[in-house]
């Protein structure tokens, strides 16, 4: 089993940028792909972006094309997401998950091990 936490989130400004991190611990022998999401009170879990854990390769929701960037340093086992130009819109609950199947996607139902969440809000 994979265990991941989430760090990074908080209250910002519209406009503000966010770099989220997500430590990844146990056997990450097993991690194939990281990914983030997010879910608020109107919305269900939706996928933002995702970083294979060995060699390259990124994938990004469309609406997160071009004012994000999802990174890994894998020698301390952490995956970052950041978002820049911040919105209302985009104040959520924050997740990052990992997936044993190098194939995984952008269905929540792909991954198989998730972190607590972390809270943005963004402040108007």
């Known amino acids: 089993q994979v265990q991941l936490v989430e760090s990074g989130g908080g209250l910002v400004q519209i406009g503000d940028s966010v770099r989220l991190a997500c430590e990844v611990s146990g056997r990450t022998v097993d991690t194939w792909v990281v990914g983030w999401f997010r879910q608020n009170s109107e919305k269900e879990r939706e996928f933002l972006a995702a970083v294979r854990w060995y060699g390259g390769g990124e994938d990004y929701a469309d609406f997160m094309e071009g004012r994000s960037n999802i990174y890994k340093d894998t020698s301390k086992n952490t995956a970052f997401l950041q978002i820049d130009g911040l919105k209302v819109e985009d104040t959520a609950t924050y997740y990052c998950?990992?997936?044993?199947?190098?194939?995984?996607?952008?269905?929540?139902?792909?991954?198989?091990?998730w972190g607590q969440g972390t809270q943005v809000t963004v402040s108007s």
């Open positions: 998950a990992a997936a044993r199947n190098p194939g995984a996607g952008r269905s929540v139902s792909e991954y198989d091990d």
